[in-house]
T-cell receptor, first 114, second 111 residues
Framework: KAGVTQTPRYLIKTRGQQVTLSCSPI?????VSWYQQTPGQGLQFLFE???????NKGNFPGRFSGRQFSNSRSEMNVSTLELGDSALYLC?????????????FGQGTRLTVV | SQKIEQNSEALNIQEGKTATLTCNYT??????LQWYRQDPGRGPVFLLL?????KEKRKERLKVTFDTTLKQSLFHITASQPADSATYLC??????????FGAGTRLTVKP
């Protein structure tokens, strides 16, 4: 079966702009979660969506938001980009919940803010 | 404050030996603990999940233990191979739906 697909793979944005990243989960998976990975902070949980509703949220400012569509595809948006937002953004899909079931990660979107 | 520590940033072992990686936590009450493998430039790959009421889980050459008294999980790879070389991450999830990751241990298995 097809894996988790994230688009785009690479992105360069200017400080102050906003960006939208996309994640298509494995067919049949209803949970999509998002993460930020940086050399300094490691892998950090952003939020999880299930059946179009945000179920869990990590400790990130409101500039980071997301949504999930009826086909389980998800988007993540970051507004007013800062240099510190440069990171690898990963999404993962799970059948039901990322906390207590197997999660499948995509390859990530490498965001560079200049 | 809540802290998750993986024993060392890097671990080098000889092929055929058992690799043991440690994940310690403080000020946290995880209901679930997961281990992932991550190769450079790729997303993490799920390996094992263990619940707070489970002591041990095995999958092929992998074994995870979870000691909620010591606040520690041990991850073992037996009969290690060079292909096991990667960064291994532990992840803890609480019943408050909070999820946190350790910084990872970079394992190198030498032939």
């Amino acid at each position: 079966k097809a894996g988790v697909t994230q688009t785009p793979r690479y992105l360069i944005k200017t400080r102050g702009q906003q960006v939208t990243l996309s994640c298509s989960p494995i067919s049949g998976h209803r949970s999509v979660s998002w993460y930020q990975q940086t050399p300094g902070q490691g892998l950090q949980f952003l939020f999880e969506y299930f059946s179009e509703t945000q179920r869990n949220k990590g400790n990130f400012p409101g500039r980071f938001s997301g949504r999930q569509f009826s086909n389980s595809r998800s988007e993540m948006n970051v507004s007013t980009l800062e240099l510190g937002d440069s990171a690898l953004y990963l999404c993962a899909s799970s059948l039901v919940a990322v906390m207590n079931t197997e999660a499948f990660f995509g390859q990530g979107t490498r965001l560079t803010v200049v | 404050s809540q802290k998750i520590e993986q024993n060392s940033e890097a671990l080098n072992i000889q092929e055929g030996k058992t690799a043991t990686l440690t994940c310690n936590y403080t000020n946290y009450s995880p209901a679930y603990l997961q281990w992932y493998r991550q190769d450079p430039g790729r997303g993490p790959v799920f390996l094992l999940l263990i619940r707070e009421n489970e002591k041990e889980k095995r999958k092929e050459r992998l074994k995870v233990t979870f000691d909620t008294t010591l606040k520690q999980s041990l991850f073992h790879i037996t009969a290690s191979q060079p292909a096991d070389s990667a960064t291994y991450l532990c992840a803890l999830a609480s019943n408050n739906n909070d999820m946190r990751f350790g910084a990872g241990t970079r394992l190198t298995v030498k032939p």
